[in-house]
Structures are given as C-alpha cells and as structure tokens.
C-alpha cells in the first residue's frame, strides 16, 4: 500500500469516499486491504515517545496508553481530512508491570527477547474512529502469549535472519512470521497480535455503510 494511495476492493461501497488509516504500519495496512476495506493511508505525525513518557509518568496503564495514542493519531489526521472517517490505531506490549514499545535497535531487540523469554505477556491493541475530531468509537483488545525459553545463541540467529523486521513491533517479533517459533502457546485474538482489533472494526465500518452488509 503506498503512502497516499487509495484502494476499493470489491464489496465496499465507495459512494461516501474512502475511510483514512492514521497509521505507517505495514501490517495494519495488509489487514485493511485483505479484508475489502478502502482506504487512504495518511501516517499521524505524532511525537508517541513524548506521549509514552508522560501517561507512564501518571501511572497510565498500557490500555490507557494504547488508546491515548490510537486517539491522538485520529484527531491529528482528522484535522487534513475533514468529514472523512479516521481510524486511529496503536499497540502496546504489557510484561511484569511494564509496556513494551517498538526497539529502538539491535541491542534494544536483544533485550526486550531476553526478558520474554520463558514468561507470558500480553499484546494490547486499541482502533478508533473520528470525524471532524470527534471520536465516534473505539476497541481495545488483549492477546496473552507464552513465550518458550530463549537461548543467546537462538537469539542471535533470530535477529540475524529477520534483519530490521525487529524493529517494526514491540517484543522483536512478527507472529506471521519466523516469530511464531518463539512461542508455545497464544490465547486471544490473532489480529491484536498484528496490531488491529479488526473484526470489531469491520462490524463498525459495516454500520456506517463504508462495507456492504
């Protein structure tokens, strides 16, 4: 999906224009396509650290967080987009009373891999729609997974074989891909794990005519 383009696969209506996905992520983007949504990808540009840091700092927990950011991407694209439907979106990775975010780089992927290993942590992702700023709706959901124990050296070659692709998601990993080896079990929705809660999402889009039903 390009940055700007839009799609209209079949069985959607495209009377009322396209739906706008507030986000740059890759996977959130597949998931759109695949499943008939047509959609204009405008990426938020947000300063989401800055966000992270300060609801952290007022004891935010990773659900606050993860649809503080999903809202904050909506309203800010709602703004060049008015009376279009937005779709803000945004994950957060809970472990042992913390929240995971994207590494910032090899070492950071290391580490996060390393205190996963062995344990079970929770992916938490929200969606939103807004209009005009407003937001007309929003869904949070969790996944628990159970990750096998990791050693160094597996470790290592993981992040060899997968290159920058572990850097695009919080914990390192891609669940579509090499990264279902790390796990021994996953209890909840596949799509959290992707970063959408898109069945509920799809039920919304549904209601307001942007798919046929």
């Known amino acids: 999906m390009n940055g700007n383009s839009e799609t209209t696969p079949d069985g959607a209506h495209d009377g009322r224009g396209a739906v706008v996905l ?9 998931l759109l ?7 204009e990808t405008v ?5 989401e650290d800055e ?14 967080i993860a649809v503080a950011l999903a809202v904050h991407k909506a309203q800010y694209v709602s703004r060049q987009r008015p009376g279009r439907l937005v779709i803000g979106a945004d994950q ?7 929240c995971f ?3 910032a780089d090899r070492a950071a992927a290391r580490e996060q891999l390393m205190a996963l290993g062995g344990k ?3 992916q938490i992702s929200c969606a939103c729609v807004v209009r005009d700023g407003q937001r007309l709706w929003h869904q949070v ?4 997974l159970f990750m096998r124990p990791l050693g160094e050296e597996f470790i290592e070659h993981y992040l060899d074989t997968i290159g920058d692709a572990a850097l695009a998601g919080p914990g390192a990993y891609q669940i579509e891909g090499l990264g279902a080896q790390l796990f021994t079990r996953i209890d909840g929705d596949y799509f959290t794990i992707l970063g959408l809660p898109l069945i509920p999402l799809l039920d919304y889009l549904r209601l307001q005519e942007v798919l046929s039903t």
């Open 22 to 30: 507030a986000s740059a992520s890759p996977a959130r983007a597949a």
């Open 33 to 39: 396509e695949r499943a008939g949504v047509p959609f």
């Open 43 to 47: 990426p938020a540009r947000i300063d």
């Open 51 to 64: 966000i992270k840091t300060a609801l952290t700092a007022e004891g935010a927990t990773g659900t606050d």
């Open 92 to 98: 957060v990775l809970e472990f042992d009373g913390r």
């Open 101 to 103: 975010g994207k590494p």
């Open 120 to 122: 079970a942590h929770d």
């Open 141 to 144: 959901s969790r996944t628990r």
